[in-house]
């Protein structure tokens, strides 16, 4: 977005009640969090009024070859440049963004304590992974956990698929989250939900797409039946659920933002939030 236009779609956040924003170091190679420290025309003042998190941990090496790190060093670096990015003095969350298979846990405990200490960061979390790799971590950790950003829409919901299809012979049953969802929730870890409208790894939205007809008839006479836009009712589908899910909606459009934001006017019912289950493709066993 331009200069001009990123001000505009952080304001209409701002007015919708959105105080909450989600970065990470490499978006856009940092240059996501020095445009929105401009839209938003960082202060103390403004930034009391909102919430902000970044994530590290993902490195590519000559724009394409991607690896992972969560030592020390770098942690402490990439933190210390989203706060220049963001012109403020701490975040306050750090997520580890995916897991990396040659972390240390008490090296990432070490530099969660400085980070903690110096008041540069006051909560942390983790994105996409396991309860044993939280708990892992947990073992040498002073500072809770609080978040899990794992991929949730309609139709990548294996996460809830899985607690259903207990003891069946069918894919639903496949276990790939390790009861992630039922993990989080008994250890007060709040899951935010990224890619809530996609399908697939980055495969596209399945809103208004030929290849999800069953779906898009159903959320199109529910969003008709309520008076809002399809997008709402996408959103809404991930409120209902009792975990008390955050959605990280992922647009760029102020008109789309306020479109989306009509997903927490209404609940569906249960017998709504089956049948949009159903209609993607979902076996209720």
Excluded at 9 to 34: C, M, P, R, W
Excluded at 102 to 110: F, R, T
């Amino acid at each position: 977005l331009s200069g001009k236009e990123a001000e505009v779609f952080v304001q209409t956040a701002l007015d919708e009640g959105i105080n909450f924003f989600d970065h990470a170091d490499i978006y856009a190679g940092g240059k996501s969090e020095e445009l929105f420290a401009r839209a938003i025309h960082m202060s103390p003042a403004v930034r009391e009024k909102i919430l902000l998190q970044t994530k590290c941990g993902i490195c590519q090496h000559d724009g394409s070859n991607i690896y992972y790190d969560f030592s020390k060093e770098h942690i402490l670096e990439s933190v210390d440049g989203s706060l220049k990015r963001l012109n403020t003095d701490y975040v306050d969350v750090l997520l580890l963004h995916r897991p990396d298979a040659l972390a240390d846990p008490q090296e990432v405990a070490e530099t969660f304590d400085i980070l903690h200490n110096n008041g540069k960061v006051r909560f942390f979390g983790v994105s996409n992974e396991k309860p044993m790799q939280i708990e892992l971590l947990n073992r040498y950790l002073n500072q809770k956990l609080v978040i899990n950003q794992l991929q949730l829409s309609i139709t990548n919901a294996t996460m809830i698929s899985n607690g259903m299809n207990v003891n069946m012979q069918n894919d639903s049953a496949v276990d790939r989250d390790s009861s992630i969802l039922d993990y989080c929730r008994l250890k007060d870890i709040t899951i935010q939900a990224w890619s809530p409208f996609q399908y697939g790894m980055f495969a596209g939205a399945f809103l208004d797409n030929e290849k999800f007809p069953e779906l898009n008839l159903k959320i199109d006479e529910l969003a008709k039946t309520k008076g809002v836009p399809n997008t709402a009712i996408a959103i809404a589908w991930i409120l209902r659920h009792p975990a008390k899910i955050q959605p990280i909606v992922g647009t760029t459009s102020a008109a789309r933002l306020k479109d989306i934001c009509k997903g927490s006017t209404f609940e569906l019912t249960r017998q709504e939030w089956y049948e949009i289950y159903r209609a993607a493709g979902n076996v209720v066993p």
